[in-house]
């Protein structure tokens, strides 16, 4: 995929004023315009980690595939501390099958106020230790793009004591069937003592996407002890599935935050590519500029007739990924076709 990647458009993607933009998940509608769910917070928090206690997944709409894409409406607000996904909503994935659109994402509470804007938020702030080990996977479904969507009252994905994922579920990555049953690769951690251990990738199906979903496997996708990755993302070939993914230290395709390429017969056993890196942060853009982006992150494929067209990651302008970041929005890398 690296080398098929063409120029990313300048004033592609998707972006807004005044909030922080993550994420980014891209389908065409039925109205045949290009509908994008992404994460935003307001920049009255800190980048980090004011997405864990404040982040409420949107939709954008454009009338091409690079955009740009302009804000419609908040998708998944927050709805009360005693909903499991009441007080963030992140990490959108957008999908269809038959006359059903699924979003999966995922959400978190936590039972305190929410935090002053402008004030300090660290990840040692009570909201944030709470929020973060409430994360956990949900889906939502609706008939048409534009809604209404049924949140359900409890995770599809959630943790499991002594597990490598008994601490938090997260980053849902779903190849849906076309019998509707669904393999779904996802981002765990597990308690170590009173905190959590290092990012690990799961693997769990089920026969139909409103669920049960079962873990298949007592093990990480990846060994640990060899692999630091986030952020997968999943589709189906004939010979089984591919996947890329955020690569956390550099130590699998030899770039830290670039993004790895690997694939599966079963969905289950994953070995890398041939040539393991499946992209950079190091973009070239239209206006004839390369530039190294703080991040590129959250990697999601639109397919159009059966091909990957174009590339979305969330990105930054930051020097050391988001944390001196002052901006961040969603952009979009086309594809070559050859």
Request: hydrophobic share 35%; proline share 9%; net charge neutral.
């Amino acid at each position: 995929m690296y080398n098929k990647l063409l120029p990313a458009p300048v004033n592609g993607g998707f972006r807004m004023e005044g909030y922080w933009v993550w994420c980014g998940s891209v389908i065409r509608g039925e109205d045949g315009k290009y509908h994008l769910f992404a994460s935003r917070w307001p920049k009255s928090l800190p980048m980090h980690p004011g997405w864990i206690v404040a982040s409420e997944i949107v939709r954008a709409v454009s009338d091409t595939p690079e955009g740009p894409y302009q804000f419609q409406e908040v998708v998944l607000p927050a709805r009360g501390a005693e909903y499991w996904d009441g007080r963030s909503t992140h990490n959108p994935h957008i999908t269809k099958h038959g006359d059903t659109y699924l979003l999966y994402y995922m959400g978190s509470t936590h039972p305190l106020a929410d935090p002053e804007p402008g004030g300090p938020l660290g990840l040692d702030d009570p909201r944030c230790i709470v929020g973060r080990a409430n994360k956990r996977i949900g889906l939502a479904t609706s008939r048409s793009v534009f809604g209404p969507w049924e949140r359900k009252d409890m995770p599809i994905l959630s943790t499991r004591p002594g597990k490598f994922d008994s601490f938090l579920t997260s980053n849902p990555a779903p190849c849906v069937h076309e019998d509707g049953s669904v393999l779904l690769i996802y981002k765990a951690r597990r308690y170590e003592g009173n905190t959590h251990g290092k990012m690990t990738l799961g693997s769990a199906r089920a026969a139909h996407y409103n669920g049960p979903y079962k873990v298949v496997s007592e093990h990480p996708v990846f060994p640990p002890e060899k692999f630091h990755l986030e952020d997968p993302f999943i589709w189906k070939t004939p010979a089984g599935y591919e996947m890329i993914a955020k690569d956390m230290e550099g130590h699998v395709c030899g770039e830290k935050y670039g993004g790895i390429h690997a694939y599966s017969p079963d969905g289950l056993d994953w070995r890398l590519a041939e040539e393991p890196q499946a992209y950079s942060r190091r973009i070239l853009w239209d206006d004839g500029q390369t530039r190294l982006m703080g991040n590129l992150e959250r990697p999601f494929l639109l397919f159009q007739d059966g091909k990957p067209t174009h590339l979305f990651a969330a990105t930054s302008n930051g020097t050391r990924g988001f944390y001196d970041a002052t901006e961040t929005w969603n952009m979009v890398i086309p594809i070559a076709s050859e």
